[in-house]
């Protein structure tokens, strides 16, 4: 189900907590939301529809990438760019790494690592961003 987007910076501003098979359900709020917003969004994490779980869901190619759980292990090829978001009004600068690598549990709950290049990396430093609070 399309949620609305939420704006407000004190709830963005909290670390989510860590998701259960139980939240399995946000992987299509999720995929909904961001199909809604296709025109200009390419990443939504769970806190950005009003839900304090570790889930985020990005553009991976054809088909949207939804990670419960994830988790940074790596990243190297740090550079400097500028950035928006559906829940802010502008764009603002931050460090990206080029090479990311993350572990993640997928929508049926195995355990999973990726390890993603360029744009795609950007988009998911983005959304782990959210997840901890970070507000770009």
């Known amino acids: 189900m399309e949620k609305k987007i939420v704006k407000d910076i004190l709830f963005l501003s909290?670390?989510?907590q860590p998701a259960s098979q139980d939240d399995l359900y946000l992987a299509r709020d999720l995929q909904d939301?961001?199909?809604a917003?296709?025109?200009t969004c390419v990443g939504l994490a769970a806190n950005m529809i009003g839900v304090q779980k570790r889930v985020i869901?990005?553009?991976l190619?054809?088909?949207p990438?939804?990670?419960f759980n994830p988790v940074l292990k790596s990243f190297s090829g740090p550079y400097e760019t500028e950035e928006g978001c559906l829940s802010l009004t502008c764009e603002r600068p931050t460090t990206r790494y080029e090479m990311i690598t993350v572990s993640y549990r997928d929508s049926k709950w195995q355990e999973q690592t990726i390890t993603l290049t360029g744009f795609p990396a950007q988009v998911c430093q983005h959304?782990?961003?959210h997840?901890?609070?970070r507000i770009i």
């Open 14 to 16: 909290q670390v989510s």
């Open 33 to 35: 939301t961001l199909l």
């Open 37 to 39: 917003n296709r025109e």
């Open 57 to 59: 869901i990005f553009n």
């Open 61 to 63: 190619g054809l088909v």
């Open 65 to 67: 990438m939804v990670m």
């Open 127 to 129: 959304e782990l961003d």
């Open 131 to 133: 997840l901890e609070g």
